[in-house]
């Protein structure tokens, strides 16, 4: 089961242009079998996104994509809307755990790239403590970064994710997780996610695999 893990979109990030109709278009198109809407800082466009596809015989999982001090952190399992522009990783670690849920960091290794972000090639103690997999192909970073994030992930036996982090509906796809079942709800992609049955790919691998 294809999905794209990380995706932004109009309805909730100011930043992506994707609307909800682009993002079920070309997810179809792609051959992609679900897309998670991870917003900034919110759940709300998780939601209206879910509800449009469903209507449209699509599945988009409900997650939300939290800014903490330890960087930005893919987060399934909590619907919040939250007001502060970075929140505490310990209570956003001690609020998804009370929900089950998981907490997956976004491109790890943005440092490598962008000076703004500290970690480059290791990940914090209190971090790795709360997490079972960390995105190790992000569609919006460097191979050099991603490279980095698949590194620390073999280091510390994590399970590693895909997802475009698109913010323009040419970019859905890039990057995806290939999970060996097929969860149908949020509740069974967060067990999926804590299961580790899963890879993560380039999406232009594997379309072109298909094509052959
Ligand atoms: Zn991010
Ligand atoms: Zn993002």
């Known amino acids: 089961m ?59 999982f409900r997650g939300m994509e939290v800014f903490t001090e330890l960087g930005d952190m893919l987060v399934f399992g909590w619907q919040e809307h939250i007001r502060y522009y970075l929140f505490p990783f310990a209570d956003l670690a001690s609020e998804v755990e009370k929900r089950g849920g998981v907490i997956i960091p976004a491109h790890p ?28 192909h992000n569609g919006a970073m460097t191979r050099k970064s991603n490279d980095m994030a698949e590194l620390i992930r073999k280091k510390h036996r994590l399970f590693g994710t895909g997802g475009s982090d698109a913010h323009h509906v040419s970019h859905i796809g890039r990057c995806i997780t290939v999970f060996e079942e097929e969860p149908s709800s949020d509740a069974e992609l967060i067990e999926a996610l804590k299961s580790g049955k899963y890879r993560a790919a380039y999406g232009e691998e594997l379309y072109r695999q298909r094509s052959k």
């Not at 090639?121 to 190790?136: K, N, R």
């Open 2 to 60: 294809l999905v794209d893990l990380h995706v932004h979109t109009n309805i909730s990030s100011r930043c992506s242009s994707v609307q909800p109709a682009e993002l079920v278009e070309r997810a179809y198109e792609l051959g992609l079998d679900a897309v998670a809407v991870t917003e900034h800082s919110t759940f709300r466009g998780a939601q209206v996104n879910h509800e449009y596809a469903l209507e449209r015989g699509f599945k988009v």
């Open 109 to 136: 290794c943005r440092g490598e790239a962008d000076a703004r972000h500290r970690f480059k090639d290791e990940l914090p103690g209190e971090l790795l403590e709360s997490i079972v997999a960390i995105e190790t």
